[in-house]
């Protein structure tokens, strides 16, 4: 199975600071990502597909970049409802395989 | 809009079985593959199972691989997941989602209902 990295496992921001998250594949995935958001006790919410596509209705601070084995996700201004944990899945091939998740928490 | 609603779970001994299922409104359920994806506890996600628009394909994570099955009764409009032989490492909330692929092969969630939490306990 693909094993997918995330960087940082959790960090500190606060609003209006631009964060940066990294998706590594353990092999190449094509551009075969996507970037979920979930807050607690919430089901995941698609923000990111095709690694950079944005998703209809999610705001335009969110985008993401990468392609193969290396991936980003980036908030350009946090806003305080982004507050919440970052997963990124991959599609290239079965078994789908998350990262670890990413939680962004208030500085 | 697009609503999944899961339910069956529970608390279960270890070795026992438990049904799941997903009931889906607001789109056409039988054009459209749909995924289990599971959370332990303060954990996080975990894809489980797949299965495709017409029930042909399936596909499941090694770890439930032989003791899950994934089903659907598109006349229903309801997904499954039949669980057996569950295991502690097994509790988690469940989920279900929709794929966005379009009676084609499933390649990428974009819906997910709300989550039925199993407990496998003694």
């Known amino acids: 199975a693909i094993q997918m990295t995330q960087s940082p496992s959790s960090l500190s921001a606060s609003v209006g600071d631009r964060v940066t998250i990294t998706c590594r594949a353990s092999?190449?995935?094509?551009?075969?990502l996507g970037w979920y958001q979930q807050k607690p006790g919430k089901a995941p919410k698609l923000l990111i597909y095709?690694?950079?596509s944005l998703q209809s209705g999610v705001p335009s601070r969110f985008s993401g970049s990468g392609s193969g084995t290396d991936f980003t996700l980036t908030i350009s201004s946090l806003q305080p409802e982004d507050f919440a944990t970052y997963y990124c899945?991959?599609?290239?091939?079965?078994?789908?395989?998350f990262g670890q998740g990413t939680k962004v928490e208030i500085k | 809009q697009v609503q999944l609603v899961e339910s069956g779970g529970g608390v279960v001994q270890p070795g026992r079985s438990l049904r799941l299922s997903c009931a889906a409104s607001?789109?056409?359920?039988?054009?459209?593959?749909i995924h289990w994806v599971r959370q332990a506890p303060g954990k996080g996600l975990e894809w489980v199972a797949v299965?495709?628009?017409?029930?042909?394909?399936?596909n499941y994570a090694d770890s439930v691989k032989g003791r899950f099955t994934i089903s659907r009764d598109n006349s229903k409009n309801t997904l499954y997941l039949q669980m057996n032989s569950l295991r502690a490492e097994d509790t988690a909330v469940y989920f279900c989602?929709?794929?966005?692929?379009?009676?084609?092969?499933?390649?990428?969630?974009?819906?997910w209902g709300q989550g039925t939490l199993v407990t496998v306990s003694s």
């Open positions: 989602a929709k794929d966005y692929a379009y009676q084609l092969l499933p390649n990428l969630i974009d819906y």
């Open positions: 607001g789109f056409s359920f039988s054009s459209y593959g």
């Open positions: 299965i495709s628009y017409d029930g042909i394909n399936k």
């Open positions: 092999q190449g995935v094509r551009n075969d």
């Open positions: 095709a690694a950079s």
């Open positions: 899945l991959q599609d290239y091939n079965y078994p789908w395989t």
